[in-house]
């Protein structure tokens, strides 16, 4: 057998088998791995990573404000979609200009989350009951930002289309949050959370934030522009990822409370 022959085997062998598991995904129906490798894709791709994102608010009334920032993010550990660290630095408008934000992200408890504010030079600590609370203004709420717990809700496959798997998420303990339960569509070919609906206590649909744009960049599937609205007011907020970059190999140490005060620009700069 010859080379040539040898790889023309070895390719049909190949796309055999990706044509079998590609078979298998689309055929998924366990609801506990659809959410987890939902909630992989959203909040753990590659090892770390870097990227700027404006936020364009919109209230009810039309009025519009801007918030730009960037944001780090590693993985703590060796564990597989486990803790995680974050920094964010804030550089627009100027009264949240070199505002600091820091979360760290705890799969088995509340996360951890501190912010600089430096008109004050303060190192404020932010509860953890805050986080179905607004980010910083916008539409978007601190959960959002760092990821929900899986084990704080029961998931149930709804239904499965062509394109979608529909998950019904209700929560354990419906006294910590202001809805009864939420709708997650999430995109059969690359795992992502394409659009979730948050339904409140009366049976209506009050909050929604859709991912309007994915890119595969670096291999990895990644909502670029993302937007939160509020249905009750009609105010949104939409979101611009840009110059997003992976496994940029943050070192452990700048993810500290001395980071705060003392922002590692070399990493927030775009290389």
Do not use: C
Not at 88 to 111: C, E, G, Q, W, Y
Not at 126 to 144: A, L, P, V
Request: negative net charge.
């Amino acid at each position: 057998m010859n080379n040539v022959t040898k790889l023309l085997n070895l390719t049909f062998l190949l796309t055999a088998v990706s044509t079998v598991v590609g078979t298998a995904v689309a055929d998924e129906t366990d609801v506990e791995l659809i959410v987890s490798k939902a909630n992989h894709i959203a909040f753990y791709q590659a090892n770390d990573g870097r990227a700027e994102s404006r936020m364009l608010i919109t209230d009810g009334g039309g009025n519009k404000q801007v918030r730009q920032f960037t944001v780090l993010r590693k993985d703590r550990g060796e564990q597989v979609d486990g803790d995680q660290d974050f920094l964010v630095l804030f550089s627009r408008p100027a009264d949240v200009r070199n505002t600091m934000f820091r979360v760290i992200k705890h799969i088995d408890s509340d996360d951890d989350r501190w912010m600089y504010l430096p008109g004050l030079d303060l190192v404020k600590r932010i509860s953890s009951g805050d986080k179905r609370t607004s980010f910083f203004g916008s539409h978007f709420f601190y959960e959002d930002i760092s990821g929900r717990r899986l084990d704080a809700d029961r998931h149930e496959l709804l239904e499965t289309t062509d394109q979608h798997y529909v998950v019904k998420n209700t929560p354990l303990d419906p006294d910590s949050v202001e809805f009864i339960h939420y709708t997650v569509w999430i995109d059969k070919s690359n795992w992502m959370p394409t659009k979730t609906e948050y339904t409140d206590a009366a049976g209506k649909i009050y909050r929604r934030i859709e991912a309007l744009q994915i890119k595969d960049i670096d291999g990895y599937a990644t909502a670029t522009r993302m937007q939160a609205s509020d249905l009750r007011s009609g105010g949104s907020t939409l979101t611009e990822m840009r110059y997003i970059q992976y496994n940029v190999n943050l070192p452990d140490d700048i993810f500290s409370e001395r980071s705060l005060r003392n922002p590692p620009r070399q990493w927030f700069k775009r290389s």
